[in-house]
């Protein structure tokens, strides 16, 4: 029965790219019936004619589906067959438009060959996945742990302020930028496809919107003449003692992209962001899921020949090896993570999080800590601990959205080694966010706190927006904390000339400004940015919703439109405190047991 499993994979395989391309969202549990793009509070979903409907499909239909599917495979193994059955599958699921499924399938086909050999997966278990447990159990990724030397974990020191007038590093942080080559001012900004505001959607018309001069609040992403103008600020707005980059240079366009389209992507943005900072600003990148394709294919380094990683490591190094030392892009060109010592006293990580996250379909191969990734970061960690160095960590997915034994690990190896990491900065979920990390004895003390930056692009209607962070500075004894934080947004509003359209058409702003939305500390009224500072104001969110309520507001990069309360706010501030998986698992049991209805959605943007 081999083929029964695999076809069962490859439609799953299929149908979660797609359901990437139609549904991006965030995640947290949801009441029933709630839609992801209601928490979004943005604009609603069903504004952008998303045709995405797989939460209508009941348990029984879903299986009926598979085991359609794959009988009909049964005494078929070509993988034309296979790939044209799971595009009409996907078409007549309504999961997307005929042009998208068609496309993500021929797409994925081959380059998934050896994973579907390697796997198992029986279609309960695929519905397990895509509607929940109640629908069948989903358990190929084994449990597993990574070894801590026997080295006693040193007695740990509360962090205190810097004296005043100690030394600060300014370091900005870039992630998420999506330019998308296609992107045509007065294209349609309300399309079917998964992407719009491209010359493929058409132009607007009288009674439609039109994709503007600088970006649009729509589910699309970014011309390249935003983020030249970024960049061109950012050089003005400097000096900067080092820049953190986390990845997600290409569009959302993955149903049709190609090597060759990623790599002119990669180097572009690559040689512009070194033309605009300068040769004396070190950038330390790190890996995005959508810098491969097809999306999230991120082969471990078992994988070896065409199918492997090595087409797109190998041109990071050779674009990045202005700004890393050699022995990182050793590691770069293996993994696509590494270290470098950004200065004295102070270690940089970058982590490939594509190695955590559910939607990499090679970890159905084998999900044990791939390319022994975080027993890497424990023998980095013990070493910087021995010689007294302090250690950021930088990557793309937070920690708490990935694989659960994967987040356990690094939940696990944070505890052991909180005095030694004093920063964590990911991307991914285009908001302004952050998750917390407690002791693993009481689960009540903070020892950690991982910030998540708002994107650069407006992916799904958002300012553009970027993240100053204030860390203790270089000189001996510096904590290297982050001692405060800024966010910087792009108002499209304002700079696409929509404010004022009494003369007819919008006239955008030749020069648009990007403005300080809010700095951190005077904010929310913080003396310091500690893990202890965070964990208090998560509780001032319960308390006080008009405190909340700002947070909201910056979480979106100010646009929008809606509040948040009730179940939305108890969800997200459980999120908060959540920056392990299995911790998100609990918040679901929470609600369920104070009688509310409630669905989980893990869900992240694809």
């Known amino acids: 029965m081999p083929s029964v499993r695999l076809s069962a994979l490859s439609v799953f395989t299929v149908i979660s790219l797609v359901w990437c391309l139609a549904a991006p969202g965030t995640s947290y549990p949801l009441q029933d019936e709630t839609d992801i793009a209601d928490l979004r509070a943005v604009n609603p979903m069903h504004h952008f004619q998303v045709r995405f409907s797989w939460h209508n499909i009941s348990c029984p239909l879903c299986k009926a589906l598979f085991t359609i599917v794959d009988v009909a495979l049964l005494s078929d193994t070509n993988m034309e067959h296979v790939a044209r059955a799971v595009g009409e599958a996907c078409i ?54 990574v070894t801590l030397p026997k080295v006693p974990k040193p007695p740990v020191v509360p962090p205190t302020p810097p004296k005043p007038g100690s030394p600060q590093s300014r370091v ?33 018309s009288w009674k439609s919107r039109g994709a503007g001069y600088w970006g649009t609040y729509s589910k699309c992403d970014l011309p390249l003449r935003t983020v030249e103008n970024l960049l061109q600020k950012l050089a003005k707005a400097g000096p900067w003692d080092w820049v953190y980059w986390t990845g997600d240079i290409p569009a959302h366009n993955v149903w049709s992209q190609t090597r060759a389209q990623q790599l002119n992507e990669l180097t572009t943005i690559s040689k512009l962001v070194r033309k605009h900072l300068g040769p004396q600003v070190t950038v330390y990148p790190a890996v995005g899921n959508h810098e491969s394709t097809p999306v999230n294919s991120f ?9 492997s990683s090595h087409w797109l490591y190998d041109t990071m190094a050779e674009e990045w090896a202005p700004w890393l030392p050699a022995e990182a892009l050793e590691t770069l060109r293996r993994g696509g993570f590494y270290t ?14 594509n190695f955590c996250a559910r939607e990499n379909f090679w970890l159905m191969v084998n999900s044990t800590d791939p390319a022994g990734q975080l027993q890497w970061l424990v023998h980095i960690l013990q070493e910087a601990e021995n010689k007294g160095e302090k ?67 407006t992916y799904i ?44 058409l919008p006239k955008p702003v030749p020069d648009p400004a990007w403005t300080l939305l809010y700095r951190a500390s005077q904010a929310y009224g913080l003396s310091t940015l500690f893990p202890s500072n965070w964990d208090s104001l998560i509780q001032v969110f319960n308390k006080e919703d008009q405190v909340f309520q700002h947070f909201w507001y910056f979480r979106h990069k100010g646009h929008v439109s809606e509040p948040c309360k009730e179940v939305c706010k108890s969800t997200l501030i459980c999120f908060l405190h959540s920056g392990r998986y299995d911790l998100l698992q609990q918040c679901d049991l929470l609600y369920r047991a104070k009688g509310q209805r409630a669905r989980s959605v893990r869900k992240t943007l694809c």
């Open 299 to 307: 082969p471990p380094p078992f994988v070896h020949g065409n199918r």
């Open 340 to 353: 470098a010592q950004v200065q004295s006293g102070l270690r940089v990580v970058s982590l490939n999080m």
């Open 461 to 504: 209607n958002l300012n553009p927006g970027y993240r100053v962070y204030y860390v203790d500075g270089n000189y001996s004894g510096s904590s290297r904390l982050v001692l405060d934080h800024e966010t910087f947004i792009l108002n499209l509003t304002l700079a696409n000339g929509y404010e004022d359209v009494s003369g007819g």
């Open 92 to 145: 007549r699921l309504h999961l997307a438009e005929e042009k998208v499924c068609r496309e993500i399938t021929e797409l994925f086909r081959d380059d998934f060959i050896r994973a579907l050999q390697e796997s198992v997966l029986w279609p309960s278990e695929a519905c397990g996945v895509l509607l929940g447990p109640s629908c069948g159990h989903f358990d190929i990724y084994a449990p597993w742990n």
């Open 172 to 204: 900005l942080f870039l992630t998420d930028i999506h330019w998308d080559a296609q992107y045509a001012e007065g294209s349609a900004a309300d399309c079917k496809e998964p992407l719009c505001c491209r010359n493929e959607s058409g132009r607007a």
């Open 391 to 457: 250690v950021h960590i930088i990557g793309h997915i937070p920690p708490g959205l990935c694989l659960s034994s994967w987040s356990w690990n690094y939940y696990h190896i944070v505890n052991r080694y909180e005095s030694t990491i004093t920063g964590q900065f990911f991307g991914h979920t285009h908001l302004d966010e952050f998750q917390m990390f407690y002791d693993e004895e009481m689960m009540s003390r903070p020892v950690g706190v991982a910030y998540i930056a708002p994107s650069v692009t």
